[in-house]
């Protein structure tokens, strides 16, 4: 399997070089995150060229190029909020729910059942400590893992489906573009 290191992920990210708090975000982020993805990433079986450059990809998107394991929210996470569609649909059910658990981790977990339920596979409490998916570099990746291994997006990575695993990821196309370079990046980097 591709061993993943440092400058291999400094290479496929794009870098914010006119915000130096962001690109100070993404070195220490790659930094970080490295050893958990070697470790993880062939325990979930994302231990294929294709599968790997679409984890990546997604990734890559989802963490504003590793710059950050937090989800920058359009109305800080209000628009998650318990009396709103989506917020129902991600389980949340208090004031403040949508703010207290909106995106974080690699593949960005969002919505209180989300914490919940992967907390409960981790043995981690998400619930009361949601800031663990974006703080502890181990549970932002063993969370994106086990989220691509319950949606099972390892089928349309091997068919290098690339619509399939957005919409897998992200229940959509947004950021269709981004996702679409950044693989595109990755396969170039890898040789594939």
Known sequence: MFRITPGFLWKIAQHYLHERSLLNSQQHNVSALVPSLNQWL???????????????????????????????ARNGGKEYEYNTAVGRALGNKYPGDGPKYIGRGMLHLTGR??????????????????????????VAVR???????????????????????????????????????ALDRIKNEMGI
């Open 42 to 72: 062939p325990f979930y079986k994302i231990d294929s060229d294709l599968r790997l450059a679409h984890f990546l990809a997604q990734s890559c998107v989802e963490t504003a190029n590793f710059s950050s394991l937090t989800e920058r």
């Open 113 to 138: 059942e989300n914490y919940d339920q992967y907390g409960r596979i981790l043995h981690e409490d998400l619930v009361n400590h949601p800031g663990l998916v974006s703080s502890n570099p181990d």
């Open 143 to 181: 969370t994106a893992c086990e989220f691509w291994h319950k949606r099972h997006v390892n089928i349309p990575a091997d068919r290098d489906d690339f619509k399939a695993v957005t919409y897998a990821v992200n229940g959509g196309y947004n950021g269709l573009v981004e996702r679409k370079r």
